[in-house]
């Protein structure tokens, strides 16, 4: 089988790829609307309640999924199961942003939360939704590794470096609500809150790397430089993204 005939016919024109493209610019939207919301009603931008993690998840998740729908049109995955798997991935977002958002609204902490029962529900549907990120992140990850993805020069380095950058992000997003269930679940409600903070810039810087790094490489492609010239720049670009997450990470373990 050709390397085009494993990929769908054209990014951007299967009925998932569509589906991921307009729900995550409207999560996109949704961050934005909420940015005015902030503007207007005012507030702290910090801490476990304020219309920061509206504004910031739907900004994030939007990008990532706009993202990972462009991205995995390099790797040799079955068309099929591509679609599945953006649409289950598409699908858990929106849950993501919109229990955030509900909470967000309700003026009560949207994550580690379990003062009331539908607190308690809410939170754990988010827990397992970024369960359900992690298994179908891999999979994709998985991918990009046992098979060269396809595109122009330096994708395949952009594509597998943001991949394995982002299971760090991923990581450390699973370290903090582990760290925070078990704070609250002994009793230690507030502790828990703020027992994020440490990883915070790590899981943020490591998220976007599978957007960012694909994108130079796209970029580089409409230039006139020679192919060996753009793999060395996307190969310096990772090695300056590696730093920043590893920077992150030296943050995390001083301050946790």
Do not use: N
């Not at 990014?11 to 307009?22: D, F, I, K, S, Y």
């Amino acid at each position: 089988m050709s390397v085009a005939r494993r990929r769908l016919p054209l990014p951007g024109t299967h009925p998932a790829e569509r589906l991921c493209h307009v729900t995550g610019l409207l999560l996109v939207l949704s961050g934005l609307v909420h940015l005015v919301v902030f503007a207007v009603d005012g507030g702290p931008w910090d801490g476990p309640v304020s219309w920061r993690k509206p504004v910031t998840f739907g900004l994030s998740f939007g990008a990532t999924l706009m993202a990972i729908t462009w991205v995995t049109s390099y790797l040799y995955v079955r068309p099929r199961l591509r679609a599945l798997l953006l649409t289950v991935f598409a699908a858990d977002c929106v849950v993501e942003v919109g229990g955030i958002t509900l909470q967000a609204w309700r003026r009560v902490p949207s994550h580690l939360d379990m003062e009331t029962p539908f607190d308690t529900v809410v939170s754990m549907t988010l827990a397992v939704g970024g369960g359900v990120l992690v298994v179908l992140l891999t999979v994709f990850a998985v991918a990009s590794f046992r098979h060269r993805p396809t595109g122009p020069a330096g994708m395949a380095l952009a594509v597998r470096s943001g991949f394995a950058i982002l299971l760090v992000g991923l990581a450390s997003g699973a370290a903090m609500i582990a760290r925070g269930v078990v704070l609250t679940r002994t009793g230690h409600q507030e502790a828990a809150y703020h027992s994020t903070a440490p990883l915070k810039p790590l899981h943020g810087v490591s998220l976007h790397a599978v957007l960012v790094l694909p994108a130079l490489a796209r970029l580089l492609s409409y230039t006139s430089w020679s192919e060996t010239t753009r793999r060395r720049i996307v190969a310096t670009a990772t090695g300056c993204y590696v730093a920043a997450v590893a920077g992150a990470g030296v943050w995390a373990v001083l301050t946790y």
